[in-house]
């Protein structure tokens, strides 16, 4: 099985690449590859610059990436409670090609934020909205108080609580995935 991961931000530093990166690690025996959104970065999506260029190659290139996966797992930054600017242009461009831009593979889908809530205002945008375009959701997770809860240096969640409530969601989709 291949999982493509990704967070949904341009950081260098990313907490959501990082918590992406490790769900992605929990799925055993898989091909797991970390996509990083400053790879895809594209002038801002308009008609007109469209008309002018086409298909952008790197919107090309990203739904390749997805195509190439048999599952996802995505975890969206959420500024000023909704998706990242450089996600929201990658998912314009991309919609632009092809509509249902997941391929209808199935996701696990995340967000995670410094403060309290978790990214719980784009993760609930993404879960409505992201079926339309073609995602598959079988599980959600919000991790809050990344700081508090996350050891960057082990590159795991540090609180026992909210490890144990992801790696339950883990094993929940492998076993429907392998159902299926």
């Known amino acids: ?26 799925f055993e025996n898989t091909e797991v590859e970390v996509l990083d959104l400053n790879d895809y970065q594209m ?3 308009s008609v007109d610059i469209e008309a002018e260029i086409g298909q ?26 909704n998706y990242s600017a450089a996600f929201k242009n990658l998912f314009d461009w991309c919609s632009r090609i092809q509509k249902e831009i997941f391929q209808q593979k199935p996701m696990l889908l995340m967000a995670t934020s410094p403060g309290g809530r978790g990214g719980a205002s784009v993760l609930e945008i993404a879960e409505n909205a992201f079926p339309r375009y073609g995602a598959n959701v079988k599980a959600t997770f919000s991790l809050p108080s990344f700081n508090d809860n996350f050891n960057v240096e082990k590159g795991e969640i540090s609180n026992s609580e909210l490890d144990y409530q992801l790696k339950k969601i883990v094993e929940s989709v492998k076993l429907n995935f392998k159902n299926t």
């Open 1 to 26: 099985m291949k999982i493509i991961a990704f967070g949904g931000s341009p950081s260098k530093n990313s907490i959501n690449k990082k918590l992406a990166t490790y769900a992605a690690s929990l």
């Open 43 to 45: 002038p801002l999506f």
């Open 56 to 81: 952008h190659k790197l919107a090309k290139a990203f739904l390749a990436k997805i195509e190439s996966a048999d599952f996802l797992v995505v975890s969206l930054a959420e500024n000023n409670g």
